[in-house]
């Protein structure tokens, strides 16, 4: 892992300084196992913090932000209101554009069935009308759409239980 970093570190410095003006920065700060890395251009900015099995991106907008955490990432206040954490799942990663949509990816130990249930339920209590329910062979799909808002639900079985995705967006 550590043989890694450098290269991957060299790897976003050089894409994040591509098309930068001179007086651009692309800064690198390593504490304690911690590394920001942050760059600012005419029109964006982007900083990536890592430590750990934690990693999160963000745009300069401050409303662009990729969260991954093998311990767990904390949603409180990041969902929509028609968006809600399965019950005991751990939220492996969220990813969120604008606060108008998103990917959520949790893992836990119910079946899929269980859990694309529960969002099928969620969605439909909320008014929408599903659009599509399919099963490939265990792979669980799940799509429902109301008043300009999508939701949809991928569910399937892996070596640590459950892996679903929960993608949305409003217009």
């Known amino acids: 892992m550590r043989a890694f970093t450098p290269l991957f570190l060299s790897s976003v410095l050089a894409l994040a300084a591509c098309g930068q003006k001179e007086e651009s920065k692309v800064t690198v700060k390593d504490k304690d196992g911690t590394v920001t ?15 750990g099995g934690q990693v999160t ?10 969260e991954i955490n093998t311990n767990g990432v904390n949603v409180s206040g990041k969902l929509p209101d028609f968006i809600s954490v399965f019950p005991g799942a751990r939220v492996v990663s969220l990813i969120s554009a604008n606060n ?15 859990v694309l249930g529960f969002y099928k339920q969620k969605a439909e209590a909320a008014g929408f009308k599903q659009n599509l329910d399919a099963n490939d062979a265990g792979n669980l799909l799940y799509s429902a759409s109301f008043a300009g808002r999508t939701i949809q639900v991928l569910a399937s079985k892996d070596s640590d239980g459950t892996h679903a995705q929960v993608t949305w967006s409003s217009s």
Do not use: F, H
Request: charged share 20%.
């Open 100 to 114: 108008q949509s998103g990917t959520l990816t949790l893992q836990s130990s119910a079946e899929p069935s269980q």
């Open 57 to 66: 991106v963000r745009a300069g907008d401050g409303k662009s932000v990729a």
């Open 37 to 51: 890395i942050s760059a600012n251009g005419d029109k964006s900015n982007v900083s990536v913090d890592a430590n």
